[in-house]
């Protein structure tokens, strides 16, 4: 090839260059900005309770918030009772919530599943107070008066019957308290 040939390859190559460079330059300048916020954890949180406080802005009562049964993990097993002998219903995902019905004393959880009764294992529950919002979902009860997981558990009877005000070893609770003795000794203390 002759100089003046490559010479010419050249001083187009360098324009095209110079174009694309000038092109480049701007698209950049017009484009519109971006602005990337890096947020912590507490700032996410804090959002999503002013969130939630609008949405539920409304006054609660107290007798509106229900104790939910929520899932802590994937795939877990609802059975037709209380027992890994009982048959398989289907499966609960983490942040699945049901309705809950009560605690049996072996470990299981009783709920509403597809509209009928079953059972999850316990430790793959937590009881949560919620309120139904305005477009009929639950959500998470953050306000003041909320229950806790002790005053939100109803526990079986031997029967698998729910006894309100029932504890974790099956004794429904007292109508009155037995006065202690005169001499202070609660009595002798037995394990079950």
């Known amino acids: 090839m002759k100089k003046s040939t490559l010479n010419a390859i050249m001083y187009g190559v360098i324009i095209v260059l110079v174009i694309a460079i000038v ?17 912590s954890s507490s700032v996410v949180s804090v959002k999503e309770e002013i969130t939630f406080f609008e949405e539920n802005s409304e006054e609660v009562s107290l007798a509106d918030i229900v104790a939910r049964a929520k899932i802590l993990d994937d795939n877990i097993n609802v059975r037709t009772g209380p ?13 699945n919530t049901f309705e809950y019905i009560s ?26 107070p919620m309120v139904m919002n305005v477009e009929g979902e639950y959500t998470e009860y953050l306000g003041a008066g909320a229950p806790s997981v002790d005053e939100m558990t109803v526990w079986e009877d031997e029967t698998g019957t729910p006894a309100p005000g029932g504890d974790a070893e099956g004794t429904a609770a007292p109508e009155t308290a037995a006065p202690a003795p005169a001499d202070g000794n609660q009595g002798e203390v037995t394990q079950n």
């Open 83 to 95: 027992g890994t002998d009982f048959d398989r219903l289907g499966s609960a995902y983490y942040g």
């Open 103 to 128: 605690q049996s004393h072996d470990g299981w959880t009783k709920i509403k599943y597809d509209n009928t009764v079953a059972y999850v294992f316990s430790e793959y529950v937590e009881l949560i």
């Open 23 to 39: 092109v480049t330059g701007v698209k950049l300048s017009t484009r519109p900005k971006i602005i990337v916020e890096e947020e």
